[in-house]
């Protein structure tokens, strides 16, 4: 089964936040909510390494585990979905995550933040494949389309990878055998409990 | 506790961190070689259990890259908490229930004087109901984000189960400010009857007169009322405060103070609730003639003298000996 | 509900594997989709070959959703940069819906940068200009086109009238196609002035000039792609992780596949330094002694290529003299490199080859930016680094069609493609555009003004405001018609209020207000602008040349919306109201006022012999549009036998020489003479004469030849050096019995008193150009590159210190050029650099200010600020500080500060950002900022409605006087500053 994982090659990222702005031109993400974003660790310093990180669709989500109503589901394709409809806005999964993916429209307090909001993998949510209301809701769903999120898609230098998690594992790491360094595939280990040997 | 400890070595990693920054010197970038010296994540995570940089997004929040932390929280949500709530409120009603078995109402020994005494004003009472209403509120609903996905959901189905737990959040968020203002008043109107004395210590000794049918000495509140009294000013207080931490994000910290503020919330909650079960119980089928002192706020004058003797001595030798200030009782 | 999904998706579960659950859910997305689209064939392992790149591009395009079926796909390209990314749209009932990756594309192969993957909101942006406006008695008004055409057209004529042609300026863009930039020049030229200008003055003029000056072209030598062959890259002033993110692309994959030295030399510990392995932190302002430090370890250890130089280079001997001034204890003296580490950078860069040099605008934006390119081109002669793959000066431009509208001559010093500007280029020009040259001189002022060059536009408030005797022209520019720039992007912002005020007339034609109108408004003016509504590069057509000379051809995506047109619909109007457009569109076709573009590229490829933009026919760059996927990623040439594009390189990169019919497939390597020029081979164009008189320290003379010395192009029929072709030389050779009949007929034609001196770039036939390639040879001839560019104001580099520059001590041993007049305007910097040091600016400004540029936004930002998308990343102007410069100060980091500038009394108000990316004693401001003005927030300037999401302090209200002698380039990157906390 294709188990769908994102990759970021931080000997590659520079920061150039193309995944972020696709990101909102693909799924019309309002102002203030950024399913991905860019950090730099060590900015100015050497060995400074830019990553840029969203939803990681982890193995066992800690968001799911959480989730007081049960609105978070990973689908068999590995991706971690939840449903709008469902959600009450308490800000458990945001407590929960690792990476600091679950996003609320409204700054403030969670009585009035509304529905939870968060990268899908370009997949959707719950309602009908590429239906108006999956798009509003959620965003385009270009897995249904046989495509890959466009982030990854978008990336300027290839280093945000998306994909099945054997094939993206493999790509980076013939990528460190052929250059000869690494600095790891981040969020790897706490997302699916797993490295990449480099 | 394990979140604490965490906590403890964020500050202290954190504050390593800015020692290292500190101390690189910028004329030092000259002769190196940034590829060979790049951050890697699983030395960061080793040094700091997190790793944060830059973002350009004024969200600064967002510029915590990776926190596992999350993993322990998660386990004590998912887990602890369960355990912890399920022996304080299932122990304690179990507790309860052998007690009231074997032990039964606490009758009044002398039966009813027909006099009566008063014992909470209409103000008294208003604060304490207004607080306890809110407060079974908030547990039910709290209770619901702990146990309800476990217990309620299977039944209600998805839809109705959100619908009704969105419900439930926002009566949790918004019966906390009059929850709050209650328990302020609460350690304000009371503060005085409820320092700890001599008095305490001896009640305690003699068990408070649970066993058997003593009837120790107490002033208007004996140490166990002292104990609830405290119990709410403090757990409410925090119960409060942690709550409204959560409920105004990042305003006071960053996500792990709100997964420890979450934390201190449940664990003292479902404490707080263990203790307002024995409460109610004391308050009600526990003990004959206490209901009525937060019921129509006068109690009989023979209730007052088996369990609080020294504050109806106080009553009298303030209003007089006759018992001045006590009236018939509707009964009589 | 979720229930649906999950069974949904058990479905797939239950039938086992990943491909078959995928083919069989998802029609289209096949393994091979799943492996391209996983970034696969970008990646490091098709390049291993585990998996062909070819049968991963064979994938089929993935099917479209339900939301958008139905929607035709669209290919432009990328408006921000250089690079020159394909956009591919999606469009939906006239609505731009959507963009895609755009994976066919040899350049960026589906990727984008966060500009390029965010361009679908320029078109949508609810901020846009929507009709005309005039500003009437402070208040901006609505107007109808035919108004505004009117009103500008007859102002222009009185003031035409009063002060002559000259004191209209045109401000182009590089921002428009080819098209547009070429129909404006023409414009300038029909109404009779040169001073028609567009960022490139800005930008690299001066790589233009010193690059030109040494070897014949002032252009990338190379491509981005071409950068992965390269065993040594060095990036020298430039960013390109910010500035041309897609380009990183192909920097990195070189970087990891050829296990290439990355060395970058620059102030800051930028983006792209960040994967350096050699990361070098220079002084800004000291190019010179960094570039001939290096050179003076290669000529110590001999690591010169003798052999390249003896047979391609001139000058030599003089340029060792300089460098041999320039020992490792004076380059660290003044540049602040240790010896050692350049030493290192040297041996690399000198041994382990083929090295590439990498610059942008951390070069050319200086006072000695074309001296700075000058050395650069000769370290890489030097080093015997030009004309090969992973070789060259890979000069990264900025905008999407700089190089472009630099060819077409939107420029101050030249008529299209580098004729320059004597009555032999205008004759020539009259010839193509079928106009009486007498006319064209009727136009002008006078002879002498015809074929003067213009007025920089760095300069453009000076020529507004300077005494009129000062301005070597009738009168002070009187009107400015800008279509399509900035004005916050060009330096000393202070000033250039002073010149809104003294104008007559400002015509801002843009689908933005920009910082025109908002300044205009604060410096008092309550009447006469014109803001004309223009459509995005996305609601035209037309060619673009990325910065590898690549031509690609962008389809209008979306008509373009409410009440803009497009630049070429704009130019017409304004020619035919001037009662020129019978003129100079004679043999354009005209619909409906919009030229058509085609056409106007025709005229192009039939005028522009002397650059090869003659094979690029719109017919060809449409079919590299539609077989984008055909060109290999290494080489961009496509496969011989393909019937459209067979052995072309993508988009066709000049000089194409010949006519379309030639089929000559574009020049991707300039000067690589291991190619025969058929194969898009070359050399150096002797450009500067055959030969050289050299005076000996005896006193006598010699003469020097200028031609290259045994090194010719592959299959060429002369082995040796050459001068340019003209019919007398073919003649000589015997080769003019190959001109046909027609082709000798229009020779005759252009020269009939002397056909002889007919030369291959004014032959109008094309034949003596097809003659050329036929036996092998390069039309323009085959020379030697020059270290000695005699003719420029330093014929061999000279370092001089920055007019504003903290080492005081050093501005006696290397003060800039003397005060001159340069393109009708005085040049003080010498008088402003002594008066600077006599009263002690650096004591006041301690710090050194350099500005560059960030990935969210381009240029003067006023686009790219009104896209939300973009807008929301970067909020705040901000300032770099390093951490000990502002614990000195008492400055946070996100803390407001005052930036204070070392003239006219400049402030700033901004945000520190307080960051190691800067040295000590160095300080660096984004330029894409504008619309606030000393601390004071404009925004109620702007037509209501337009006003960008995200104002702040322009870069430029700080930076100070200082101009290449060579072409007026402003000094934006090392003046002096002050910092403290508001």
């Known amino acids: 089964m294709a188990r769908m994982k994102f990759l970021c090659d931080a000997d590659r990222c520079i920061e150039c936040n193309a995944c972020v702005t696709a990101c909102k031109n693909e799924h019309e993400v309002p102002w203030g909510i950024n399913r991905r974003r860019v950090v730099t660790i060590n900015d100015g310093k050497p060995g400074e390494r830019s990553v840029s990180m969203a939803c990681m669709h982890c193995t066992d989500a800690p968001c799911a585990a959480v989730c007081p109503v049960n609105c978070i589901y990973t689908t068999a394709d590995g991706v971690v979905l939840h449903s709008k409809d469902l959600c009450i806005g308490c800000g458990y999964c945001f407590y929960a995550c690792p990476f600091g993916a679950p996003q609320y429209p409204k700054v403030g307090n969670f009585g009035s933040r509304g529905k939870m909001d968060k990268c899908t993998f370009c997949a959707g949510g719950p309602e009908a494949d590429g239906s108006k209301e999956e798009y509003e809701k959620y965003g385009a769903n270009r897995l249904a389309e046989g495509k890959l999120p466009l982030c990854a898609e978008m990336c300027s230098t290839k280093s945000l990878l998306a994909g099945d998690g054997e094939i993206i594992a493999q790509i980076y790491k013939e990528r460190v055998m052929k250059r000869g360094y690494g600095s790891g595939a981040w969020g790897w280990k706490t997302a699916y409990r797993e490295t990449i040997e480099s | 506790m394990v979140c604490l400890a965490r906590f403890a070595r964020l500050v202290i990693g954190t504050g390593v961190l800015l020692l290292l920054i500190s101390a690189a010197s910028p004329s030092g970038a000259q002769q190196v070689n940034p590829t060979a010296s790049s951050v890697k994540e699983q030395q960061l995570l080793q040094e700091l259990n997190r790793i944060q940089g830059r973002v350009s997004i004024p969200d600064q929040r967002s510029g915590v890259l990776e926190q596992p932390a999350g993993r322990e929280w998660r386990e004590f949500r998912n887990v602890t908490l369960h355990w912890i709530g399920g022996i304080a409120i299932l122990g304690m009603l179990a507790a309860l229930i052998i007690f009231y078995l074997s032990r039964g109402m606490v009758r009044l020994q002398s039966g009813r004087s027909g006099r009566t005494l008063v014992r909470f004003s209409s103000f008294e009472r208003f604060v304490h109901w207004m607080t306890a209403t809110c407060f079974i509120i908030l547990a039910l609903s709290g209770l619901n984000i702990t146990f309800g996905r476990t217990l309620l959901l299977p039944l209600m189905g998805h839809e109705a189960f959100s619908e009704w737990s969105q419900w439930a959040k926002y009566a949790h968020n918004y019966l906390s400010f009059p929850f709050t203002i209650g328990v302020v008043l609460i350690f304000l109107m009371w503060l005085a009857g409820n320092l700890p004395n001599k008095v305490d210590v001896a009640w305690l000794k003699r068990g408070g007169g649970i066993v058997g049918h003593d009837h120790p000495p107490a002033y208007r509140f004996n140490a166990g009322q002292k104990a609830i009294y405290w119990v709410v000013v403090i757990g409410g207080g925090l119960v409060a405060a942690t709550g409204y931490e959560l409920m105004f994000p990042f305003y006071l910290s960053g996500i792990e103070g709100m997964q420890l503020a979450q934390v201190v919330h449940a664990t003292a909650a479902m404490l707080f609730m263990a203790v307002m079960l024995a409460h109610i119980y004391i308050g009600t089928i526990g003990m004959e003639g206490a209901f009525e002192a937060m019921g129509s706020g006068t109690v009989d004058v023979n209730w007052a003298r088996e369990h609080h003797s020294l504050w109806l001595e106080e009553e009298n030798a303030r209003t007089g000996a006759n018992d001045a200030r006590t009236q018939p009782s509707a009964a009589e | ?982």
């Open chain 3, 1 to 982: 509900m979720l229930i649906k999904r999950t069974q949904q998706r058990s479905e797939i579960a239950s039938n086992g594997s990943i491909a078959a659950g995928l083919s069989r859910q998802r029609s289209g997305f096949d393994r091979r989709t799943f492996l391209r689209r996983s970034g696969l064939a970008g990646g490091a392992l098709a390049a291993l070959s585990t998996l062909p790149p070819g049968s991963v591009r064979t994938a089929k395009a993935a099917m479209a959703g339900p939301l958008t079926s139905g929607a035709t796909v669209r290919k432009s390209i990328c408006t921000h940069c250089s690079v020159g990314c394909t956009v591919t749209a999606e469009v939906l009932n006239g609505v731009w819906i959507g963009q895609e990756p755009s994976w066919d594309s040899p350049i960026n192969r589906g990727s984008h940068c966060a500009k390029g993957a965010s361009v679908r909101e320029l078109v949508h942006s609810e901020r846009r200009l929507r009709y005309p406006m005039k500003l009437v008695d402070g208040q901006w008004t609505r107007v109808s086109w035919d108004t505004a055409i009117n009103e500008i057209g007859d102002k222009l004529f009185e003031i035409r009238g009063r002060s002559g042609p000259d004191s209209v300026y045109w401000l182009g863009s590089a921002k428009m196609t080819n098209e547009g930039s070429y129909l404006f020049r023409k414009l300038g030229a029909f109404w009779g002035t040169n001073n028609t200008d567009h960022q490139a003055r800005i930008c690299h003029s001066t790589t233009v000039t010193g690059v030109a000056n040494t070897w014949g072209y002032g252009a990338m030598t190379n491509s981005y792609n071409d950068i992965r062959n390269a065993k040594t890259q060095m990036i020298m002033g430039g960013n390109p992780a910010e500035a041309h993110p897609v380009s990183l692309q192909h920097l990195l994959e070189g970087k990891e596949l050829q296990r290439a030295n990355f060395i970058v030399i620059d102030p800051r510990l930028t983006r792209t330094a960040a994967h350096a392995t050699e990361y070098v932190r220079m002084r800004p302002g000291t190019d010179i002694p960094v570039l001939y430090g290096i050179m003076w370890h290669i000529l110590q250890n001999g690591w010169e290529d003798k052999e390249f130089i003896r047979q391609r280079v001139y000058g030599f001997d003089d340029l060792r003299k300089e460098v041999e001034k320039w020992n490792p204890e004076e380059v660290e003296r003044v540049s602040g490199i240790p010896g050692e580490q350049l030493k290192r950078v040297a041996k690399m860069f000198a041994t382990e080859k083929p090295s590439t040099l990498i610059w942008a605008m951390g070069q050319t934006q200086k006072t000695v930016g074309t001296a700075n390119v000058r050395a650069s081109c000769i370290l890489l002669l030097m080093t015997g680094n030009v004309g090969g793959p992973g070789m060259g000066a890979n000069i990264f431009r900025g905008h999407d069609n700089v190089q472009g509208a630099t060819d077409v001559g939107l420029d101050i010093v030249t008529l299209p493609f580098y004729y320059g500007l004597a009555e032999g280029a205008w004759k020539h020009w009259a010839r193509v555009w079928e106009v009486d040259y007498d006319f064209l001189k009727s136009r002008f002022d006078s002879k002498q003004l015809m074929e003067a060059p213009g007025i920089p536009l760095t300069r453009w408030f000076e020529a507004a405001t300077l005494p009129k005797e000062q301005v070597a022209q009738k009168d002070n520019v009187r009107a400015v018609f800008v279509q399509g720039h900035a004005s916050n992007s060009i330096t000393r912002v202070p000033e250039s209020l002073n010149g809104l005020k003294a104008l007559e007339l400002l015509v801002i034609a843009d689908p933005h207000p920009t910082t025109w109108a908002s300044l205009a408004v604060e410096a008092g003016r309550k009447n006469g602008v014109y803001i004309l509504p223009v459509a995005t590069q996305f609601e035209c057509k037309g060619s673009r040349v990325a910065s590898n000379r690549s031509l690609q051809w962008g389809e209008q995506i979306v008509k373009p919306i409410f009440e803009s047109k497009d630049d070429l619909e704009v130019i017409y109007l304004m020619a035919k109201k001037c009662g020129l457009a019978d003129q100079m569109f004679k043999n354009i076709k005209v619909e409906n006022n919009l030229p058509e573009a085609e056409d106007v590229l025709r005229e192009m490829n039939r005028g522009s012999w002397s650059t090869g933009y003659c094979g690029q026919s719109p017919e060809r760059l449409k079919a590299h549009m539609k077989n984008q996927a055909k060109f290999d990623l290494l080489t961009m040439r496509a496969p011989k036998d393909d019937p459209e594009v067979g052995g072309d390189y993508y988009g066709l990169p000049w000089p194409c020489w010949g006519s379309p019919e030639v089929r000559h497939p574009g020049t991707p390597l300039l000067y690589n003479t291991n190619l025969a020029v058929m194969d898009g081979g070359g050399t150096f164009r002797p450009r500067f004469g055959i030969e050289r008189e050299e005076k000996l320290p005896d006193g006598t003379t010699r003469k020097v030849s200028l031609l290259a010395d045994g090194s010719y192009s592959k299959g060429s029929e002369i082995t040796d050096g050459y001068p340019e072709f003209t019919l007398a030389s073919l003649k000589k050779l015997g080769w003019d019995k190959d001109l046909s009949e027609a082709e000798m007929a229009t020779i005759t034609r252009i020269n009939s008193a002397n056909p002889d001196a007919v030369s291959w770039s004014l032959d109008l036939s094309g034949g003596i150009q097809r003659v050329a390639l036929k036996h092998g040879c390069v039309p323009y001839g085959n020379g030697k590159a020059r270290m000695n560019a005699f003719g420029l104001p330093d014929p061999i580099p000279v370092h001089r210190e920055p007019i504003y520059t903290p080492r005081v001590d050093l501005v006696a041993k290397y003060p800039t050029l003397p005060d001159a007049k340069q393109f009708r305007m005085p040049n003080i910097g010498f008088s402003v650099q002594k008066a600077a040091v006599e009263k002690g600016i650096a004591k006041q400004f301690p710090l050194i200010l350099s500005s560059g540029r960030l990935v969210e936004y381009e240029g003067g930002g006023e686009e790219t600020r009104t896209n939300p998308w973009l807008a929301e990343l970067q909020q705040d102007m901000f300032i770099e500080i390093n951490p000990t410069d502002a614990a000195d100060r008492g400055i946070k980091d996100g803390g407001w500060v005052w930036v204070t500038g070392a003239e006219n009394n400049s402030r700033a108000r901004m945000k520190a950002l307080v960051t190691e990316r800067v040295g000590k004693g160095v300080a660096w401001m984004p330029f894409h900022f504008g619309g606030w003005f000393a601390g004071k927030d404009l925004r109620g300037n702007y037509p209501k409605g337009t006003d960008p999401i995200v104002l702040g302090e322009s870069a430029n209200t700080i930076t100070t006087y200082g101009y290449d002698p060579a072409t007026g380039m402003q000094e934006p990157k090392v003046t002096l500053c002050q910092i403290a906390a508001a």
